[in-house]
C-alpha cells in the first residue's frame, strides 16, 4: 500500500480534470464501466479469501462455502423484494462500515473496543452522505423505487450533519490525546474536502465510481492479493485475476440479465443497487475476517 498512497490523490484530481471533458451521460457510461470492472473484481475472490483463512473453515468443502455464500446473497436479495426499507437501511449500515474500515482507521492506541467499531462507521456514514447530500434528488429517486413508495424525506441533512459532529468531536479527543494519530487525521480530512469537491463536480455515478473504485476497491484489491500471496506482484495480480473470472462473469451476467429484462422499466436502477447490496453483505463480513487475520499475524 505504500507505492500505491499516493497514488489516489493524483488519480482523483485527475478525474476532477476529467469532469470538464466528460459530459453527464459520459460520466454514467465510464462510471458504470469502472464499478462492473474493478468494482466488482475486489469482491469476486471471497471464496478464495476464505480458503486462505487458517480456521475451521478449511474443513468445510469449496462447495459447502460456495452453497453458503450464494444462500446470503439470495437472501440479501429476498430482503431487498420482501422488507426494502429494512434492506436498504442494513446496507447503508454495513457499507458504511466498510468504507471507513478501508480508508486505514486502524488505531494503534488503546481506546474502548467500541470505539474501533463506532469511528470507522461513523466516519463512512459521512462519506456516503456526503455524497447523498450533494445529490439528494437523484438519491431520492432511486430509494423512491428501492423501497416502493415516496418518503417525504430521507433526512441526507440531518444525518450528515450529525455524523459529522460525531466524527470530529472523536477525532478531536484523538487529535489532543494521541500525537501519532495527528498526521493521520490531518490527511484525512483533507481527503474529505477532496471527496467534497468531487462529488459536486460529478454526476452521481460518476462520483461514486471515482470513491469505490480509486480510494476503496483498488487498495482492497491489493491488500487482498497481499494477504493470499504474501506480496503484490503482476503475476499475483494476474493469478488473483483468474481466481476470481468465474464469479466476476457470474455477477455480470446476472447484472446483464437484470438491464436486459428490465432496461426499460422504472425499477432497474432499483433491482441494479439491491443486486449490489446483495453481494456486498457476505463480501463485508469476509474482508473483516481477513482484517481480523492480518491483525492477529502482525500485532
Known amino acids: 500500500m505504500l507505492k500505491y498512497s499516493n497514488i489516489p490523490i493524483i488519480a482523483s484530481f485527475f478525474c476532477l480534470w476529467l469532469n470538464s471533458l466528460f459530459s453527464k451521460e459520459v460520466q454514467i457510461i465510464v462510471g458504470f464501466s469502472l464499478i462492473f470492472t474493478f468494482g466488482i473484481l475486489h469482491g469476486a475472490n471471497d471464496l478464495l ?7 475451521s473453515t478449511n474443513k468445510i468443502s469449496s462447495k459447502k462455502i460456495f452453497l453458503y455464500y450464494v444462500i446470503v446473497v439470495l437472501f440479501g436479495l429476498l430482503l431487498f423484494y420482501l422488507i426494502p ?34 469511528y ?9 452522505f456526503l455524497l447523498f447530500f450533494l445529490h439528494s434528488n437523484e438519491v431520492k429517486v432511486i430509494v423512491t423505487e428501492i423501497i416502493r413508495f415516496k418518503v417525504p424525506t430521507l433526512y441526507i441533512n440531518e444525518i450528515l450533519l450529525t455524523s459529522g459532529l460525531i466524527f470530529l468531536s472523536i477525532s478531536a479527543y484523538f487529535y489532543w490525546k494521541f500525537e501519532s494519530f495527528r498526521k493521520k487525521l490531518q490527511t484525512e480530512l483533507f481527503l474529505l474536502l477532496v471527496f467534497a469537491i468531487l462529488f ?36 499475483n ?18 447484472i446483464l440479465l437484470l438491464y436486459f429484462l428490465f432496461r426499460d422499466k422504472e425499477i432497474f436502477n ?15 463480513l469476509v474482508i473483516l475476517k481477513m482484517m481480523h487475520k492480518k491483525t492477529t499475524k502482525n500485532p
Not at 273 to 282: D, N
Open 120 to 128: 470507522p462507521f461513523i466516519y463512512g456514514i459521512v462519506i456516503l
Open 49 to 55: 479469501l476464505i480458503k486462505n483463512m487458517k480456521n
Open 200 to 235: 459536486k463536480t460529478s454526476s452521481l455515478i460518476w462520483g461514486f465510481a471515482i470513491y469505490f473504485i480509486i480510494w476503496h476497491s483498488i487498495p482492497s484489491i491489493l491488500d487482498q492479493i497481499k494477504f493470499i500471496y504474501g506480496s503484490f506482484t503482476f503475476s
Open 85 to 118: 426499507m429494512v434492506a436498504l437501511l442494513l446496507f447503508i449500515l454495513v457499507s458504511s462500515f466498510h468504507f471507513g474500515d478501508q480508508q486505514g482507521f486502524y488505531l494503534d492506541f488503546k481506546v474502548s473496543k467500541y470505539i474501533l467499531i463506532v
Open 270 to 284: 432499483a433491482l441494479f443497487f439491491s443486486f449490489l447490496a446483495a453481494i456486498t453483505f457476505p463480501h463485508v
Open 237 to 254: 495480480f494476474i493469478a488473483y485475476c483468474r481466481n476470481a473470472f468465474a464469479y466476476w462473469l457470474a455477477s455480470l451476467l446476472g
